[in-house]
């Protein structure tokens, strides 16, 4: 699609200092298809999202004497329904964890580059979910699995492509990687679905971190 028809993505940035702000906030708007608004509070963040349409929130996950779980909660609860992409310049792994129970679609290492971050937000609003590799690897050892008389749901084939949906792989590339067609990845995905009770990818994230770390 063309730069020009390509749908605007609303944008809420939330974050706490006022450098890093302005300067992604700038960055961002660069981007034809982006529409930023920033702010530097939880409160401040809230308020937007009562008054305006955003479509995904960037988020930093250290905001002062609070953290970014209470502000997804928050959100959640007066109904905002778009993505949360937490981007930070660390968080531990219960914290990650937490967060992914939580309901976020990512997490997005402040070290990256500003190009990467916006392919990270178009990945999340594709329907992807967006986890640095390490962090994602550390938190699911550190989860305790359920007795392997639950974890025995999964047949081998969508335990793999699970794995897949971990590493934020489109199911393009999954398809290529177990060697079928889109058509025929859409099966196990499905099943993936059914059975865990979910709808999205993000979810599919926190069932695999709560339940299954040791099948992948």
């Known amino acids: 699609m063309p730069e020009s028809m390509e749908q605007t993505i609303e944008i809420l940035l939330v974050d706490d200092h006022t450098l890093f702000r302005e300067g992604v906030s700038r960055l961002l708007g660069t981007e034809p298809a982006f529409k930023v608004v920033a702010c530097g509070s939880i409160k401040e963040a809230l308020a937007v999202l009562r008054q305006r349409q955003i479509d995904i929130v960037l988020l930093d996950f250290d905001l002062g ?19 949360i992409l937490v981007v930070t310049a660390g968080v531990e792994e219960r914290e990650a964890a ?59 084939r969508e335990r793999q492509v699970l794995s897949y949906v971990l590493e934020g792989l489109a199911n393009k590339e999954i398809a290529a990687r177990i060697g079928v067609s889109e058509a025929r990845l859409r099966q196990p995905l499905q099943q993936l679905f059914s059975k865990t009770g979910v709808h999205t990818r993000g979810q599919l994230v926190r069932i695999a971190l709560e339940q299954y770390n040791d099948q992948l």
């Open 65 to 83: 004497q609070r953290d970014g779980t209470r502000f997804v909660r928050l959100a959640k609860e007066q109904g905002f329904g778009g993505k």
């Open 98 to 156: 937490e967060l992914i129970r939580c309901g976020i679609s990512g997490i997005f290492m402040k070290h990256n580059s500003a190009a990467l971050l916006g392919q990270g937000i178009r990945d999340v609003m594709a329907g992807k979910v967006w986890f640095d590799q390490e962090l994602l690897q550390a938190t699911m050892h550190g989860s305790a699995p359920l007795p392997e008389s639950q974890s025995e749901r999964f047949t081998q």
